[in-house]
Nanobody, 114 residues
Framework: QVQLVESGGGLVQPGGSLRLSCAAS????????MGWYRQAPGKQRELVAG???????NYVDSVKGRFTISRDNAKNTVYLRMNSLKPEDTAVYYC????????WGQGTQVTVSS
């Protein structure tokens, strides 16, 4: 079992920045990929960014050049730095970890609005 605890969401103006954090505990030795999904009201959940234990990253096209995912394996934590935020980035952001099974955090709300 893997437990994931997220932090860092909130309200930000367009063009602003936020950093999300997700700390893993439990069977962390089994974790390969970690990352973030998001779900906006009335839309399907979509993959935002992922990072493997070796540091390979992938991003959805809509966030490339604005978001950066990173991982501190010593702290079992993954981060999502979000710059140049847009109203369409508004969503609940969910951390995930692939460790045989897929595990999810509780979600953190990100609202981009003036």
């Amino acid at each position: 079992q893997v437990q994931l605890v997220e932090s860092g969401g909130g309200l930000v103006q367009p063009g602003g920045s936020l950093r999300l954090s997700c700390a893993a505990s439990g069977s962390i030795f089994s974790i390969n990929t970690m990352g973030w999904y998001r779900q906006a009201p009335g839309k399907q959940r979509e993959l935002v960014a992922g990072i493997t234990s070796g540091g390979r990253t992938n991003y959805v096209d809509s966030v490339k050049g604005r978001f950066t995912i990173s991982r501190d394996n010593a702290k079992n934590t993954v981060y999502l730095r979000m710059n140049s935020l847009k109203p369409e980035d508004t969503a609940v952001y969910y951390c995930y970890a692939a460790a045989g099974s897929q595990y999810w955090g509780q979600g953190t709300q990100v609202t981009v609005s003036s």
